[in-house]
């Protein structure tokens, strides 16, 4: 785990990342400070591998010859054992299949007051209808997506335009706080800005659990 903003903070923004993302955390935790005035502890949590520690159940593999495995769980007792402080507020996110991985977690525990879901792999078998079935702990969700996303011509990612949309009201008819962000580009445009802008968005709209606010 690598740490970024203040460790002692109360506020803690937990994102899974992987030897990519590592390279962009500085950049990331600089413009989440410069979007907001919050005092935060970022928790950097490398994953050994990305398709099976972040995936909620097997899937066939949609590109390249990687299925996708079954490890969110064993990954999420990990990281659960890391949120014990009861003075402090956590907040979880991610981009990609991290950012699918949150808003999974939200549905497994209320340890987390909000899901900042930066371009989540929402086009992943069969997780809309896990959603729909289930009920989400968080208070906040954010959600974006690259405006080129669903242009390409894998037909399952293609679908990830209408299940994000499908999340979205799913959220805001369910009366959680919730907004869907449209950013210029595809799907590997500026991961660590937009997962800024993720995490900042949610910590305006739990504003209540900063300290001082």
Known sequence: ????????ASLVLVQM???HDLEGMESEAAEIRRLTDADFCL???????WNRDLSPWPAPAVFGREDFGSGAADT???????????????????????????????????VFRGVAAASPSVWFPGFTEYMREG???????????GDREEKTRNPVMATVGDRIREIHGLLDARGIRTTLEWNEGNHFRDADLRTARAFAWVMKACRECVPGK
Do not use: P
């Not at 928790?43 to 591998?49: E, F, G, H, S």
């Not at 996110?93 to 209320?110: P, V």
């Not at 009920?135 to 997506?145: E, G, K, N, R, T």
């Open 43 to 49: 928790r950097a949590i490398k994953v050994k591998d």
């Open 135 to 145: 009920s989400i702990h968080a208070d906040a969700v954010y959600l974006s997506l």
């Open 1 to 8: 785990m690598k740490i970024y903003g203040n460790a002692d």
């Open 17 to 19: 990342v992987d030897d």
């Open 76 to 110: 999420l007792a990990e990281v659960l054992e890391s949120c014990r402080e009861q003075e402090k507020t956590y907040l979880i996110g991610g981009y990609s299949l991290a950012g699918l991985f949150a808003l999974w977690a939200a549905h497994r525990t209320d």
